[in-house]
């Protein structure tokens, strides 16, 4: 194409004139337009992935320590220091795993990945979430519940994978390192101990899926999730290297360990037998035997080899969690006001008030939201209209409110 006569600045990478693109950036001695900037930038993004530079940049020295660690879900987290412990070491022995494949060391350390087993409301997910915050690896948090075997109304094991590399932005390295926390594990425990004549789609047949990543396989992924199907460009994904975090409330395991901690309550040495049991927190006491009794099938198990648990909330961990954390509920809803230029405080009856209420309902910390949120719903409808610039939540303001709400759908029978 002829150049115009009059165009006397052009690209020096294309040779295109000023009035052939829509930007035409100057520099010392010479042009570049926005069409060669967009190829410049595509290169070295290509350029850094096939390099590797993509990858963390992280050594042994700049590694977060586990204490380090736990100190970052201490500001998070309250309490559940058992589980905090665990979740930071097993993280740290990731990174160093990492670090020591680039080293090429002839001994291979194995992965850790972890089961944290604890009630509804504890702060499992929350850990997940927290301990997100820190890494400098590809994080997903997936759900077990939608999980069905290949064929069946659901989605396949492999999507777990297509979401890492949506998080590592289909950068098949980052994802290859990355950590995954399945929650609601417990939800696809085998129903019954007895074989069924019908297929347990949602079971067993999930967990013999979850093996070969959890174990270690190369993979072939469909990118954008969904069913499988020929036409479909798939990626290889190697899990060798993904440590994978399991949570779940496991309903009703505490009776699988009391039947196991009674066992030997025969006769005469009954009494004696019973003594130091903590009746009140039997999950601490958890074994991989009482996961097996609970439906998972003992091949899990073998490849979940850390097993922690999370104690229940008690009334004074529930007021802690509800003002301590640096993103606690209070902190919230006081900065939702503080943009509408509204003080928000509250009294301590208050706070007490609130926790009995999620006490009542047996909901846990998760519970804590719903309360405040009946509570403050009227006062963030009206305020952010009016000329108030204070607002302070006695114990009768909130009770007058909650009472007021139709606030019944909370409670559990």
């Known amino acids: 194409m002829a ?48 390099s590797g530079k993509s990858d963390m940049d992280i050594t042994l020295s700049t590694l977060p320590k586990p204490a380090q660690i736990k100190e970052f879900l201490d500001q998070y987290v309250i309490k559940q220091e058992n589980a905090k412990r665990f979740l930071s070491v097993s993280v740290y022995n990731h990174y160093k795993r990492i670090l020591q494949k680039n080293l090429k060391d002839e001994i291979e350390i194995e992965k850790s990945n972890i089961i944290m087993v604890g009630a509804t409301g504890t702060g499992k997910t929350l850990l997940a979430r927290t301990i997100a915050k820190l890494l400098h690896v590809p994080f997903t948090i997936v759900d077990a519940t939608v999980l069905t075997e290949a064929g069946y109304v659901g989605e396949d094991i492999e999507s777990i994978l297509t979401r890492l590399l949506q998080v590592a932005d289909y950068d098949v390295n ?91 309550v025969v006769g005469y040495a009954a009494s004696n037998d019973k003594v130091n049991i903590d009746r009140n927190n039997l999950m601490k006491y958890i074994t991989p035997l009482d996961l097996k009794s609970f439906g998972l ?7 979940l080899p850390i097993l922690t648990y999370l ?48 006490i009542e309902f047996k909901l846990g910390a998760r519970g804590l939201r719903s309360i405040v949120e009946a509570i403050m719903i009227d006062a963030m409808f009206t305020l952010p209209s009016e000329e108030k610039k204070k ?7 909130a009770l007058q409110q909650l009472e007021s709400s139709d606030h019944h759908h909370l409670r559990v029978a």
């Open 297 to 303: 099938i003992p091949e899990i198990i073998g490849r």
């Open 174 to 264: 980052a994802a290859e390192r990355g950590i995954v926390f399945i929650d609601e594990i417990d939800k696809i425990a085998r129903k019954s101990d007895n074989p069924s004549i019908t297929r347990d789609v949602s079971g067993e047949g999930v967990q013999q899926g979850l093996l070969k990543l959890l174990e270690g396989s190369v993979v072939n992924v469909p990118p954008q999730g969904g069913r499988k199907h020929p036409e479909q460009r798939m990626i290889a994904v190697n899990t060798k290297n993904i440590l994978f975090i399991c949570g779940g409330a496991f309903d009703g395991i505490e009776k699988k360990i009391a039947q196991r901690l009674n066992t030997r």
């Open 3 to 50: 150049k115009k006569a009059n165009s006397s600045n052009h690209c020096s990478f294309c040779g295109r004139s000023e009035q052939e693109v829509n930007l035409l950036i100057s520099g010392m001695t010479g042009y570049i337009c926005d069409m060669c900037t967009e190829q410049a930038h595509e290169i070295v993004n290509d350029s850094f992935k096939s």
């Open 391 to 397: 607002l302070h939540v006695t114990h009768q303001y």
């Open 311 to 358: 104690e229940p909330l008690d009334r004074d961990a529930l007021l802690r969690i509800l003002v301590e954390p640096k993103n606690s509920i209070i902190k919230q809803y006081q900065k939702l006001f503080e943009m509408d230029g509204v003080t928000l405080t509250f009294e301590q009856e208050a706070y007490e008030y609130i926790v009995d209420k999620a």
